[in-house]
């Protein structure tokens, strides 16, 4: 049984930072590509970032670029998401997700993912 278990939302002020980390069992981790996607209230869930299955293609949504950084220890079947400078309208749901797709070069699309977390709460006050 695949599970996906991220950790590390919170509460943080504006200008801020988080770790969020995603940590897999159940299958074979350093051959999926690696996903982060996020959903606020009353919006569709959206993509925020991926990586291939060694960490060596990478690829980020144009409303966190050059302030999120998404990495992976395959070690430990650990996928992290790096958040600077955040903004009030990054308060969403986090979600990490696996895509056998995205292996090689990231998915940026949900359907492209097989397997997902259950989500970590980030709100960015004002």
């Known amino acids: 049984q695949v599970q996906l278990e991220e950790s590390g939302g919170g509460l943080v002020q504006a200008g801020g930072s988080l770790r969020l980390s995603c940590t897999a069992s159940g299958l074979t981790f350093s051959i999926y590509g690696m996903g982060w996607f996020r959903q606020a209230p009353g919006k569709e869930r959206e993509f925020v970032a991926a990586?291939?299955?060694?960490?060596?293609?990478?690829f980020y949504a144009d409303s966190v670029k050059g302030r999120v950084t998404v990495s992976r220890d395959n070690a430990t079947n650990t996928v992290y998401l790096q958040m600077n400078s955040l903004k009030p309208e990054d308060t969403a749901v986090y979600y990490c997700?696996?895509?056998?797709?995205?292996?090689?070069?990231?998915?940026?699309?949900?359907?492209?993912?097989?397997?997902w977390g259950q989500g970590t709460q980030v709100t960015v006050s004002s």
């Open positions: 997700a696996a895509s056998w797709q995205g292996r090689a070069a990231p998915r940026t699309h949900s359907s492209e993912y097989d397997n």
């Open positions: 990586l291939s299955w060694n960490g060596g293609s990478t």
